[in-house]
């Protein structure tokens, strides 16, 4: 049996009778959440975007601050960066509209798939990810050569993935297992007639005291928690080891040419100088880093929360999710922690369930199942994306491929496959008006 099939075995069936009344009260949710939202701006100042969240304590504020500061930086040579990277800095592919936000950064994954179907992750080659950026240019007179890396020859699966806001990452972060795994038995229990069961990504973790997770970051939820997340952007995007991920990228997969070490003080696998007081810092900023705020709401848009619910929308991109009563965050790699009231029972209303979904033919990736950026899902499996902050992104879906909202829902089954077919048909069926409103929902997210 594997790990997602023990822990899910371990947890309580909810009863049936209940079930149906959650589900009654759950077709409320979504236009709950505009309104207490909308309710709360009337009494509280809201976060601007790229502020931190309402309410967070004068540590917290020194965290958010000097996370930001970092997040906005570029890392060098004296913090080990390289040999290879995609860039050297946060701000590069979180950039819009403002800091944390997304923008049109693509990363761009590789491998090769085998007649025999079988998949291999070229790390010998420099696989899985593209470090196009090398630091040759860093290194005094210019005795370090070493260009940025390129797609092998061989490799004959190539994905692109579009790089996310990290707007409200530590409300997700803090949501708990627990729920996502009954979201998962509740939609398996209640959503047969539209054909949707999401599942729960179980993943190793590293660094926290449970060597297994729920999975709730990345395109394919195949990371568990923020530091891990922003020790794994250290390690891969920066090609800064980390106690953490310790293992460097090799160049190409072909040994670091010791000219282009770059900093004989930060040995590879040893970087816990920077890279461990590094995480932490910019884990902090996207932890404290507020959602997007929701515009007040319009008749139109309040009509057309009514047809996201209708036609099934939600049953995927889950209104909201709530925080424990008592959150309480690890602030440095030696065990300190704090208590967040800023985390602590808040409603997180993403609209996701945060669970893998089978997405169909027209969006089947190309990396296959047992790396470290899908885990065990499969290759039409996508997490369901976070709509909050629809209003100020340009590009959709996992690759960017959509630039319109319209786009982006049509693509969810555009050949009738998938869990989305069903929901795909109503949208497809939908009035002039209804259609219209719909999208005026969306884009005040």
Known sequence: MSPQSTFMAAKPMIASKHLRSIRSARSLLPTLALVVIACALSEVTAAQLGGP??????TETKFFNNGKSQFNRLWGLTEGVGPVETDGACKRCHNTPVLGGGGVRLLTFFGKTNPDKSFDPLY????????????????L???????????????????KRLAPPVFGFGLIDAIADADILNEATFQANNYQADGIHGTAQIVPTYYAAAPHSVGRFGKKSHIANLVEMTAFAFAHDFGITNPIFQDE???????????????????NNQNSGSGGQGIFPLS??????????????????????????????????????????????????????????ALSNQIVALYSDLLLHDMGNSLKGKIAPGTPITQNASLTQWRTVPLWGL???????HDGRASSLDTAILDHSLDGTGEAAIVIGRYKALSQTDHDNLLAFLNSL
Not at 53 to 58: D, F, M, S, T, V
């Open 124 to 139: 010998n080659e420099g696989g899985l990810l593209l470090q196009p950026l090398s630091n040759s240019a860093f290194i």
């Open 53 to 58: 969240l309402p309410g967070i304590k004068p």
């Open 141 to 159: 007179g210019g005795v370090c050569t070493l260009p940025g890396e390129q797609i092998p020859a061989d490799a004959n699966s190539i994905e």
């Open 249 to 267: 990228d090799l160049p190409q997969g072909q040994p670091i040419p010791p000219e282009c070490v770059g900093n004989s003080m930060v040995p």
């Open 284 to 341: 902090h900023f996207m932890r404290y880093l507020a959602p997007p705020v929701p515009q007040p709401p319009t008749q139109q848009s309040l009509d057309g929360q009514v047809v996201f619910t209708t036609i099934g929308c939600d049953k995927c991109h889950k209104a909201s999710y709530t925080t424990p009563a008592t959150v309480t965050v690890q602030t440095d790699l030696s065990g300190t922690t704090l208590p967040s009231p």
């Open 391 to 397: 209003s100020v992104r340009s590009k959709f879906l």
